[in-house]
């Protein structure tokens, strides 16, 4: 008998490689918001709108840019050579950026391009001591993994960075939950100020955090938090770097970047994920002194390839022309809108949170906070079986996160919203029998 794809994947690759599904699915194909498994089943994907597919599947315009590179028969050359859609794109991401003095590096992914902005931001202040949020998630390397404050992610870290947790990340499950939004961020600048005078000599780097807490299960601290302690920073001397993998490129609706909801121009922001609709691509954007501040030589020899920047371009273009933002902020309203109506009658579901097309659904022990992570995955079972795919995630793997592509229809919406509300509401039935 032949094994399966499941069995050789098991065999081949590590036990930490995880699969979502008791059944796990092999996608095929894909076209707009839908994929198709090798079994021939479509399923409408709410999940890989962040991971990867930003745009869609199948956009010809995109697709079109990468053929068009392919036909020159060059994939990649080294990057020590000029690359024009290269530079382009870091003019573009520059404009974009908001910031005065713009310069870009690409990376391959989202991790490099975090450690890409530890580097500048220690070297720039010789020191390794770097402030992060509890519950973050900023990459899977030695330096990203030693900043990431989830314990699900950062166990398997020995890294030497010396990093100190704030609050202002995951409120939900914070000792400052039950405050106003003011109170609340008034705790969090306290908290700010007492980690820096105690935990630290004073030589603090830099402070890297996600605007909306991504693998955290779609944390999403009240707007001007970061500008309260862009205010601290300030005075102690700390670069703020804004993690922008999950939050940027208009994904969060009301803004471009997610760190601009709190009035901040931060002094780098990073990417990756969404820019490429599925291409391996990431990047730091920083202020030219920042970026500057490397005496030795550095290169990323995928980083910004001509595949990669050739698709990102063209998909960054589509975003634009389209107003995918706009989208992303009305139908992210509609269904935030939708499941809070549903959480009054639905007593699963603890917390809703989000903006734009990065919506959270905590679920948790009817009538209390306790975290209910097997009706996560009993969900994400039933919706599949619906024909939805949404993802899981959290510190105690209990939030249903929905991130679809960002060409979502309204009907699409629609549909989405009555599965997971159907479903949400058999996983609570399912619990009294
Ligand atoms: N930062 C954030 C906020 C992320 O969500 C991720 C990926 N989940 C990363 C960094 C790391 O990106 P990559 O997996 O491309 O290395």
């Known amino acids: 008998m032949t094994k399966s794809l499941l069995a ?18 092999e996608i095929v194909a894909g076209e707009g918001r839908h994929v198709t498994d090798a079994d021939g089943n479509t399923y409408l994907d709410f999940f890989a709108g962040i ?30 050579y000029l690359i024009r859609q290269q530079v382009e794109l870091a003019e573009r991401i520059g404009e974009l950026s908001g910031m005065t003095n713009p310069k870009v590096f690409f990376t391959g992914s989202g991790t490099e391009a975090n450690e890409t902005a530890l580097m500048l931001a220690t070297q720039y202040r010789r020191s390794n001591q770097v402030l992060a949020l509890r519950n973050s998630y900023h990459g899977r390397a030695f330096g990203t993994l030693g900043v990431t404050g ?17 609050h202002g990340g995951y409120r939900y499950r914070s000792p400052f939950r039950d405050l106003s939004d003011a109170d609340y961020i008034a705790a969090c600048v306290d908290d700010l100020r007492e980690v820096i005078e105690t935990t630290t000599a004073g030589d603090v780097a830099c402070m890297i ?25 300030e005075e102690y001397g700390i670069l703020l770097i804004s ?11 009301e803004h471009f970047w997610g760190i601009q909801a709190h009035g901040v121009v931060p002094a780098a922001m990073t990417f990756a994920k969404g820019l490429g609709n599925g291409l391996a691509i990431g990047g730091v954007v920083a202020d030219a002194e920042l970026m500057d501040c490397l005496t030795a030589n550095s290169i990323s020899t995928f980083g910004g390839n001509p595949i990669s920047t050739a698709g990102a371009g063209a998909a960054l273009s589509y975003l634009l022309d389209h107003d995918l933002q706009g989208n992303a902020a009305k139908l992210g309203t509609r269904l935030l809108d939708g499941l809070r109506a549903h959480a009054q009658r639905c007593a699963l579901i603890g917390d809703v949170r989000g903006k734009g097309l990065m919506i959270g659904v905590e679920l948790v022990e009817p009538g209390t906070r306790t975290p209910a992570a097997a009706s996560a ?48 509401t058999l996983a609570e039935q399912e619990l009294h029998r």
Do not use: C
């Not at 994947?9 to 599904?21: D, G, I, N, V």
């Open 8 to 25: 050789r994947h098991r065999a081949a690759m590590p036990s930490w490689q995880a699969l979502y599904y008791d059944e796990p699915i």
């Open 243 to 253: 993690d922008e993998v999950q939050t940027g490129w208009g994904r969060t609706g």
């Open 51 to 80: 991971l990867t597919n930003a745009i869609g599947y199948d956009v010809a315009e995109i697709s079109d840019a990468i053929r068009r590179q392919v036909d020159t028969g060059i994939l990649h050359t080294s990057t020590l």
């Open 209 to 233: 955090a996600e605007p909306i807490q991504g693998v955290g299960g779609f944390a999403t601290p009240p707007d001007g938090l970061f500008g309260a302690f862009a205010e601290v920073l």
């Open 377 to 424: 995955t009993r969900v994400m079972e039933l919706a599949k079986r619906h024909g939805l795919l949404v993802g899981k995630g959290g510190l105690h793997g209990n939030v249903l996160r929905l991130a679809p592509p960002m060409t979502l229809t309204e009907e699409e919406a629609a549909q989405a919203l009555q599965i997971l509300t159907d479903t949400m």
């Open 150 to 166: 989830n314990r699900g992610w950062s166990a398997s870290s020995l890294s030497p960075v010396k990093v100190s947790y704030v």
